[in-house]
C-alpha cells in the first residue's frame, strides 16, 4: 500500500471512531436535557409554591389547614387535633400527615 493509502487509511479509522463517539455524546447529550428538563420543571414547579405561601389561611371556617398540602399541593387540608406524649397540642394533616405541634 502506498504512503497516501496508509494515511487515508488511517482517516478513515479516525473518522470511525468518531462516529462511535458521536453516537455516545448525542446519547449523553439527550440524558443531560431530559434532567436539565426534568430540573427545569422542579424549579418552576417550587417557584410556584413558594408565591402561593401569601395566600395562605391558616384557619379556614374554624379549622386550622396543613401548610405543607397548601404550599406544595396548593389544597386546602383541614389539620385535626390530636392526643401528644406531651403536654404540648397536636395537629396531624389528615393528607400528608403532617404534624405542627404547638
Ligand atoms: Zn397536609
Redo the contacts with the bound molecule.
Sequence with gaps: MSIEGVIREEAQQIAANLRGRIEQLRKQYLEAKARADELKAQIDAASIAVERVADFKPKIYGLYQ?????V??N?Q?P?ISGPSENKNEIFR??????ITEI
Design positions: 396543613c401548610p405543607h398540602c397548601w406544595n399541593q389544597q387540608v389539620m394533616c389528615s393528607r400528608c400527615g403532617h
